[in-house]
């Protein structure tokens, strides 16, 4: 079955980095849209930064400037490059795709999400 995995976080100090991966696995027949969400306790799911297609990317506006994701349509993988975290970035962060597999009906998959923990 398809399923998607996250790794890569952790704990760092405001002005740290972190990169977060999600490699996607099972019986793919094309990954649409991939990329990233997060979510705080008490908040909704929100963007981060996605594929929305293979090239174009869609970043939410407080990470503009110190996120990077990036793409392998190969290995079916996405990473999250974060600089410069803030304590706001502090989440559980989730990989997600829409994907078209080999078998059954496309749709939105999730990951079971990464914590993130931006503090001093």
């Known amino acids: 079955q398809v399923q998607l995995v996250e790794s890569g976080g952790g704990a760092v100090q405001p002005g740290g980095s972190l990169r977060l991966s999600c490699a996607a696995s099972?019986?793919?027949?094309?990954?649409?849209?991939m990329g990233w969400y997060r979510q705080v306790p008490g908040k909704e799911r929100e963007l981060v930064a996605v594929f929305t297609s293979d090239s174009m990317t869609n970043y939410a506006s407080s990470v503009k400037g110190r996120f990077t994701v990036s793409r392998d349509n190969v290995k079916n993988t996405v990473a999250l490059q974060m600089n410069s975290l803030k304590p706001e970035d502090t989440a559980i962060y989730y990989c997600y795709a829409h994907i078209r597999p080999l078998y059954g009906r496309q749709g939105d998959f999730w990951g079971r999400g990464t914590q993130v923990t931006v503090s001093s």
């Open positions: 099972g019986s793919i027949f094309r990954i649409n849209s």
